[in-house]
């Protein structure tokens, strides 16, 4: 039986509860941004470089615009 879908779930949850908090709200904010990051790399949040999430939630973000910015600040700057 292959699971490694399960341990990435388990290290994305983690990862997520290791930034919000008690912030339930930001939790499931990061939650959406790790879903687009899995559908358009393949890799969880933990997974990809550095970015200020909670920046980008504080300031109104959608999930979906904070990870178009994140994505192309890598690219630019080659993360």
């Not at 908090?21 to 959406?32: E, K, N, T």
């Not at 990051?37 to 909670?54: I, V």
Request: hydrophobic share 40%; glycine share 4%.
């Amino acid at each position: 039986m292959n699971t490694p879908n399960v341990n990435v779930k388990q290290d994305a949850t983690t990862w997520i509860a290791d930034r919000a908090g008690d912030d339930h709200d930001f939790a499931r904010w990061l939650r959406q941004v790790n879903a687009n990051a899995c559908d358009y790399s393949g890799q969880p949040l933990a997974e990809l470089p550095d970015w200020s999430w909670r920046d980008d939630y504080d300031q109104g973000l959608s999930p979906a615009d904070s990870f178009v910015d994140a994505l192309a600040s890598w690219v630019q700057f080659d993360d």
